[in-house]
T-cell receptor, first 111, second 114 residues
Framework: QKEVEQNSGPLSVPEGAIASLNCTYSDRGSQSFFWYRQYSGKSPELIMSIYSNGDKEDGRFTAQLNKASQYVSLLIRDSQPSDSATYLC???????????FGKGTRLSVIA | GAVVSQHPSWVICKSGTSVKIECRSLDFQATTMFWYRQFPKQSLMLMATSNEGSKATYEQGVEKDKFLINHASLTLSTLTVTSAHPEDSSFYICSDTKQGWEQYFGPGTRLTVT
């Protein structure tokens, strides 16, 4: 059974701080890793994808992948109240296979 | 990212009726689409993988005769909830894949069965 684990939160950070979201996965053969943001009542929105070990930066977002530890994280710098949402970690095996989602971490950025 | 549309965005129906939800890939041809369901305060649950020109692949526990999926063209997949009951009330979301890797979600359809 392929599993993706996330701390459900809520994670509360003050405005301007760094929010750190973590995710672990069970399938060592996983090849693709994604972070989605989901606002309440809306569908998930892809914000980051990462495929190789190390860091990938896109604006205020940095995804980090460590395949040896089966760990992927998302850092949000200069957190804004508009970043308040549930962040879903998703993992894919090889090819065109369905994503396996974590249950999500709820982030609350306090102004 | 890819653009996916869904119709309707919300629907209310009476118990025992059937509801069809459409999912369209607007900017590229998607041979594979996915259908998810999300109950309040829960994560996404994959229901089925929709393959263009062939039968859908359903996840364990999802009744294929109740949730009919048709993927007749490269840009359109439909999900029909047959004989809907209040427990089928949920947020139904489709997604398509770009280059076989990144999945992009439609805006979702909120179904309420009374």
């Amino acid at each position: 059974q392929k599993e993706v684990e996330q701390n459900s939160g809520p994670l509360s950070v003050p405005e301007g701080a760094i929010a750190s979201l973590n995710c672990t996965y069970s399938d060592r053969g996983s090849q693709s890793f994604f972070w989605y943001r989901q606002y309440s009542g809306k569908s998930p929105e892809l914000i980051m994808s990462i495929y190789s070990n190390g860091d990938k930066e896109d604006g205020r977002f940095t995804a980090q992948l460590n395949k040896a530890s089966q760990y992927v994280s998302l850092l949000i710098r200069d957190s804004q109240p508009s970043d308040s949402a549930t962040y879903l970690c998703a993992v894919m095996g090889s090819g065109n296979t369905p994503l396996v989602f974590g249950k999500g971490t709820r982030l609350s950025v306090i102004a | 990212g890819a653009v996916v549309s869904q119709h309707p965005s919300w629907v209310i129906c009476k118990s025992g009726t059937s509801v069809k939800i459409e999912c369209r890939s607007l900017d590229f041809q998607a041979t594979t689409m996915f259908w998810y369901r999300q109950f309040p305060k829960q994560s996404l649950m994959l229901m089925a993988t929709s393959n263009e020109g062939s039968k859908a692949t359903y996840e364990q526990g999802v009744e294929k005769d109740k949730f009919l999926i048709n993927h007749a063209s490269l840009t359109l997949s439909t999900l029909t909830v047959t004989s809907a009951h209040p427990e089928d009330s949920s947020f139904y979301i489709c997604s398509d894949t770009k280059q076989g890797w990144e999945q992009y979600f439609g805006p979702g359809t909120r179904l309420t069965v009374t």
